[in-house]
């Protein structure tokens, strides 16, 4: 079973694995807050592939370098944002293509791009970084600002910019190949999640199958918790769900399901 | 120089450095939004400590014991959050008394709290959870919820809740011993980077001490950059801020500076 599958997992083949690198020191520092992780996320689930491990690393180059190659030798795709625009802080081109040992050279396609893109005689020297790619790179398209992204093997370099970031990952989700999903269902009760804490555990043990997770928060003053149900398995969800509501029944709780009426417990409502 | 040591910090002696690991499937799923790395961050660089790394991992003892066992030796400090609550899959304590090789047991100074915090006699097995901590660690007060973190050597463990999460922050400060903290000063223009791209170039080139950053943003159809400058010493931010100041002007661009009106280079305005 590898490290990061989830239960279940074991006995059904291997999950699909992504990690995601997000460089920048302004993400570090606090300046600026990632918006990018959520979506790549909920993305590459949709596609039936984990997202089980992110790294944040600053703009240097020994640390991109090295994370790079310890990263795409141990998850199936490597997604990277920042680091691609035209100033001398973007340097994640020039550490894709020194993790794969191959030269950075101006891509002919992305200059042709960028040329058509820009009036004529404003391809700059800095723009032209941008259509730097290690050679042999695929490239990435960018409906919204052009310049594009690219891929080495399994390992899919996007911008930073969240807009940016978004329209390149549609554009490269066709080459991508998942495995099942996981499908999740949840229910929101107005308690702590110590009340439950007892059943829950019972309820986890009762289904090894489906991966039981508790998210407890609090707004305007109301203690609650989500109960969040998560397998590849329709069936063994739809199990793990009626016992989990018949537990919270038997603690005199109607907890609400989310995620959709289709979701909720035969004979139970949902919100 | 470490290899996550900014520019000019060789020859000023090594920076305080740390790591964050976000221990959650539901940051990892895209279904929670990380709000606390940019907390801690900021937090960390007013006590001269530079964030350089941040993980987030899933719910899985294996991964997170190897993770905290890597970083705690490669960083000055390690903070975590997430997964010390009450229920099944909160799994860090565990973890940490492991990476450690240390027993896990009721911490009778964090039970004593808890017993004072809820009424007699619902104290649970599923609350008693949550005074477990590898043996020896010193509490985290939480004024919060209660329920505390703890520190073992130089790993401290918080909740995820942001709340919760900031108070133990706020409670653990006084322990954490920095540097210098990085300074820093940013200017606002309303063209894209690649228009700025060569004199910052050039202006970085000039100033090896101070860590030159360019950020773009897309506001209602509004391209702009904000450069940042950034350095322990504040003569060297001042000569590069001028500098920077200067070169713009030559292209007829009037920056805007942020951060506060004493940040503007003499004679310039700040926003």
Same mark, same amino acid.
């Given at each position: 079973?590898?490290?990061?599958?989830?239960?279940?997992?074991?006995?059904?083949?291997?999950?699909?694995? *992504?990690?995601?690198?997000?460089i920048g020191?302004?993400?570090?520092?606090?300046?600026?807050?990632?918006?990018?992780?959520?979506?790549?996320?909920?993305?590459?689930?949709?596609?039936?592939?984990?997202?089980?491990?992110?790294?944040?690393?600053p703009d240097?180059?020994?640390?991109?370098?090295?994370?790079?190659?310890?990263?795409?030798?141990?998850?199936?795709?490597?997604?990277?944002?920042?680091?691609?625009?035209?100033?001398?802080?973007?340097?994640?081109?020039?550490?894709?293509?020194?993790?794969?040992?191959?030269?950075?050279?101006?891509?002919?396609?992305?200059?042709?791009?960028?040329?058509?893109?820009?009036?004529?005689?404003?391809?700059?020297? &800095?723009?032209?970084?941008?259509?730097?790619?290690?050679?042999?790179?695929?490239?990435?398209?960018?409906?919204?600002?052009?310049?594009?992204?690219?891929?080495?093997?399994?390992?899919?370099?996007?911008?930073?910019?969240? &807009?940016?970031?978004?329209?390149?990952?549609?554009?490269?989700?066709?080459?991508?190949?998942?495995?099942?999903?996981?499908?999740?269902?949840?229910?929101?009760?107005?308690?702590?999640?110590?009340?439950? &804490?007892?059943?829950? &555990? *019972?309820?986890?043990?009762?289904?090894?199958?489906?991966?039981?997770?508790?998210?407890?928060?609090?707004?305007?003053?109301?203690?609650?918790?989500?109960?969040?149900?998560?397998?590849?398995?329709?069936g063994e969800?739809?199990?793990?769900?009626?016992?989990?509501?018949?537990?919270?029944?038997?603690?005199?709780?109607?907890?609400?399901?989310?995620?959709?009426?289709?979701?909720?417990?035969?004979?139970?409502?949902?919100?």
């Amino acid at each position: 079973m590898s490290p990061t599958a989830g239960p279940g997992e074991a006995r059904r083949g291997r999950a699909v694995t *992504a990690c995601l690198l997000i460089i920048g020191n302004e993400i570090l520092s606090g300046r600026t807050q990632d918006k990018n992780l959520a979506y790549i996320g909920q993305g590459l689930n949709d596609l039936g592939i984990r997202l089980t491990e992110v790294r944040v690393i600053p703009d240097v180059e020994a640390v991109i370098v090295d994370t790079l190659n310890e990263v795409r030798r141990g998850f199936d795709y490597v997604f990277t944002t920042g680091g691609i625009g035209p100033t001398h802080d973007d340097i994640t081109a020039d550490c894709v293509a020194k993790a794969f040992g191959l030269p950075l050279t101006v891509n002919p396609r992305a200059r042709a791009i960028l040329a058509a893109h820009y009036p004529a005689g404003e391809l700059t020297e &800095a723009r032209l970084r941008m259509a730097r790619t290690p050679e042999g790179a695929t490239l990435i398209e960018n409906p919204v600002s052009k310049a594009p992204g690219f891929r080495v093997e399994n390992v899919f370099v996007m911008a930073g910019i969240p &807009a940016v970031m978004q329209a390149m990952f549609e554009s490269l989700k066709h080459s991508l190949v998942g495995g099942k999903p996981l499908r999740s269902r949840t229910v929101k009760v107005e308690m702590g999640e110590s009340f439950v &804490a007892a059943g829950l &555990a *019972a309820v986890q043990d009762g289904h090894p199958g489906v991966e039981i997770g508790s998210y407890p928060f609090n707004r305007e003053g109301v203690f609650g918790t989500r109960l969040v149900l998560r397998s590849t398995e329709e069936g063994e969800l739809a199990q793990a769900a009626a016992a989990l509501d018949a537990m919270l029944l038997g603690l005199g709780v109607e907890g609400v399901w989310e995620e959709g009426p289709e979701n909720a417990p035969p004979g139970r409502q949902s919100a």
